[in-house]
Structure formats: C-alpha cells, structure tokens
C-alpha cells in the first residue's frame, strides 16, 4: 500500500486519536496495548498510521506516546522520538528491580547504575528523579 492509498482509505480525527475507515471507527488492541489496522494483507500501527494521516509522511524514528497511555493517539500526545527518548518514557517499574542477592532494589537509568535501596519507594523515586532531570534535559 502506498500512502496516497492508506490516506484515501482512512481519516483521522487528531482530537480523540480515532482512526476511521468510512463512519466506523478501527483499530483492535494487539497484546501489548497498541492498536492496529490490516489493510491489504499488512498490519498497521494506528499511532504510527495517526502520524502519517496528519503530517503526511512516516515519521523518522519510533512514536511515543507522551502520557504512556498506549491507546491515546490524539496527535497533541504522540511525538517523533529516538529508542532513548521512548524507554525513558515507558511506565511501570523498569530501571528498577529486587536484587536477589542483596535483598535490595537496584535502580539503573539509561543503562547507568544509580544504587541500592532498601525499599521499592526509595527506588522508584530515584529513577524518578533520574528520569525527570533526563526530560527536562530533551525538552528544551
């Protein structure tokens, strides 16, 4: 499928993120929470199709969803981000774990080793912290 074929196929509404083929809305939730589209035998990322329908080509790197909420494709909440960028965005616990050896949570960001804590509260504010210094950082 070309893109001229995808943009005469589907619309986009930039405001709820719904994807449309004629009146109805699409798009089915793959196991990991994005939705995706099958048009002419290949399967499409509704937040990677969103991109396209709205600026009209494919965006250049990975798309990330800004609230980390993987079924909000309002155009406002997707950017255009490298690999980095998007693993800092992602939610739930990663960069840290409990280290069966010591018993502790060790908290890594970026692939840097950020310490021990004694518990899961203490390690999730430091990869917090970690983390919104590093946004703040990219967003200026």
Same mark, same amino acid.
């Given at each position: 499928?070309?893109?001229?074929?995808?943009?005469?196929?589907? =619309?986009?509404?930039?405001?709820?993120?719904?994807?449309?083929?004629?009146?109805?809305?699409?798009?089915?939730?793959?196991?990991?929470?994005?939705?995706?589209?099958?048009?002419?035998?290949?399967?499409?990322?509704?937040?990677?199709?969103?991109?396209?329908? /709205?600026?009209?080509?494919?965006? =250049?790197?990975?798309?990330?969803?800004?609230?980390?909420?993987?079924?909000?494709?309002?155009?406002?909440?997707?950017?255009?981000?490298?690999?980095? =960028?998007?693993?800092?965005?992602?939610?739930?616990?990663?960069?840290?774990?409990? /280290?069966? /050896?010591?018993?502790?949570?060790?908290?890594?960001?970026?692939?840097?080793?950020?310490?021990?804590?004694?518990?899961? =509260?203490?390690?999730?504010?430091? /990869?917090?912290?970690?983390?919104?210094?590093?946004?703040?950082?990219?967003?200026?």
């Amino acid at each position: 499928m070309t893109i001229a074929d995808l943009k005469s196929t589907f =619309t986009y509404d930039e405001v709820s993120g719904d994807i449309y083929r004629g009146e109805k809305a699409v798009g089915c939730p793959d196991p990991r929470g994005y939705k995706r589209v099958n048009r002419g035998g290949k399967c499409y990322y509704c937040h990677r199709l969103a991109w396209l329908l /709205h600026y009209g080509d494919w965006p =250049t790197g990975v798309i990330d969803h800004i609230d980390g909420d993987k079924g909000n494709n309002s155009i406002s909440n997707l950017r255009d981000a490298n690999y980095s =960028t998007n693993n800092v965005n992602r939610g739930g616990a990663k960069g840290y774990y409990l /280290h069966k /050896h010591t018993g502790k949570w060790m908290v890594r960001f970026m692939g840097v080793y950020l310490g021990l804590y004694n518990c899961e =509260t203490s390690a999730m504010v430091a /990869h917090r912290v970690a983390k919104s210094k590093y946004m703040a950082q990219i967003d200026v």
